[in-house]
């Protein structure tokens, strides 16, 4: 049995014992004392957080909702004021990734401003709660503010002003992000470099990219750097540049360390079945590999309520892309978008789509919130499994 899985059956059957009634104690050799602590072994796994149910080599995570997500509603991030939802995300998760508070238009929102107040919240929070973070991110064609995006820079004061952001944003966190989102959403479904619309890769060249590595590793040399996009879960033109660009900034010794699949998925497609075999190909370059913002959408019926079909097939969604990362050895990461239809930014997005998440508006749990319980716990005691450590 793996030492987690000891750990986590060592606290299950103490609490078992410290909740049995007395009498169930005492009628120890009865045959029925077996199947109530069963019962009772099964009453407490169920009542598991996922991050405690999840083997010790998987950070189990969730975006740290960033507020805006009703579009007539101009609240504050719910991080600041919803105690519950707070509570719920230091209990269920062991990975905290800032949905919006460390893209550029919020953290550097003018040119000599930055505005760290909400990030260090987040990180603040997630030492106290014994949590890591997963930095989101550094150089993306969108969410930049409208200094830079309608300034009119040359390439090169373009190429000093992202060096500055990365030292400035890695080097504040330095030591406390796990993982960074360095590129995000760099190459078009058809998998060619976004060119058009990334400013970076417009305005400075490709070359940027190892650039904002490399930079990012001198800032934090401990942090892992990822490359990290929607639409590359199975294997197709995109995830294959990505493919063939982890090959050659490898070969120029460029520090990347990890490939993730965002995992905005839709009932209306089929699961991307081949995600471990994609993921797999990475993990053989040596890259770790995550999932970094899995929610599963679908449309909703007219009176607003998910059918108990659509809840079963998103339960299945969710299952199957644990199942995927829990495959694969390097993927250490699995990060859902938010756990709480209360504050996904899909409904936004996507017209008389929601539903996305594992927990209803008021925090009760979906199936898939059950079910990936149940498969965590499972790996868990199914293990031996490595660790990229
Ligand atoms: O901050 C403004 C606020 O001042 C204004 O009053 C309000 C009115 O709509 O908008 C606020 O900004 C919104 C921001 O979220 C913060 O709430 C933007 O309009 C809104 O577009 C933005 O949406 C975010 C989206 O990225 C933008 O691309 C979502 O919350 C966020 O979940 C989403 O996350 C992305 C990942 O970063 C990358 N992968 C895809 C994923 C989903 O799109």
Redesign the pocket.
Same mark, same amino acid.
């Given at each position: 049995m793996n030492p987690r899985a000891a750990t986590l059956l060592g606290a299950t059957a103490l609490l078992v014992v410290s909740a049995a009634p007395a009498n169930a104690l005492s009628a120890s050799t009865d045959d029925r004392s077996g199947s109530t602590a069963a019962r009772s072994l099964q009453g407490i796994s169920q009542s598991l957080p996922l991050r405690r149910a999840a083997p010790s080599r998987l950070n189990i995570g969730s975006?740290v909702?960033?507020?805006? @997500?009703h579009?007539e509603q101009?609240y504050p991030d719910p991080f600041t004021y919803d105690t519950r939802y707070r509570s719920i995300l230091g209990k269920e998760f062991s990975s905290l990734s800032p $949905? /919006?508070q460390m893209?550029w $238009? #919020?953290i550097h929102p003018e040119q000599d401003t930055y505005n760290f107040g909400p990030a260090d919240a987040i990180v603040r929070f997630a030492k106290t709660q014994g949590q890591v973070v997963r930095g @989101?991110?550094l150089l &993306?064609h969108?969410?930049n503010p409208t200094w830079l995006e309608e300034g009119d820079f040359t390439p090169s004061e373009l190429r000093k002003i992202l060096k500055d952001h990365i030292f400035t944003v890695v080097g504040r966190y330095r030591g406390s992000i796990q993982q960074w989102d360095v590129a /995000? $959403?760099i190459f078009t479904d058809s998998g060619e470099l976004r060119t058009q619309d990334n400013i970076w890769l417009r305005e400075v060249g490709p070359g940027i990219v190892a650039d904002a590595f490399r930079w990012a590793h001198q800032a934090d040399p401990r942090a892992q750097l990822f490359l /990290?996009d929607?639409g590359v879960e199975s294997i197709n033109a995109k995830s294959d540049a990505y493919l063939a660009l982890v090959k050659k900034l490898r070969a120029e010794k460029i520090p990347v360390h990890g490939f993730s699949a965002?995992a @905005?998925l839709s009932l209306r497609y089929g699961f991307p079945a081949d995600l471990a075999q994609n993921l797999a190909r990475f993990d053989a370059l040596g890259l770790r590999t995550a999932i970094t $913002?899995l929610d599963v959408r679908m449309d909703l019926p007219a009176d607003g309520k998910p059918t108990a079909e659509q809840l079963t097939k998103q339960a299945e969604y969710y299952d199957q892309a644990l199942r995927g990362c829990l495959a694969v050895k390097g993927c250490t990461s699995f990060t859902l &978008?938010?756990f709480t239809d209360k504050y996904s &930014?899909v409904p936004? #997005?996507f017209d008389g789509q929601g539903a996305a998440t594992v927990m209803w508006e008021d925090f009760g749990h979906k199936p898939a919130y059950d079910t990936l319980r149940s498969t965590l716990l499972k790996a868990t005691f199914s293990g031996p499994r490595g660790s990229r450590g």
């Open positions: 975006a909702a960033g507020g805006g @997500h579009l101009d $949905e /919006n893209k $238009e #919020f @989101h991110t &993306w969108s969410q /995000n $959403e /990290n929607y965002q @905005h $913002e &978008w938010g &930014w936004v #997005f």
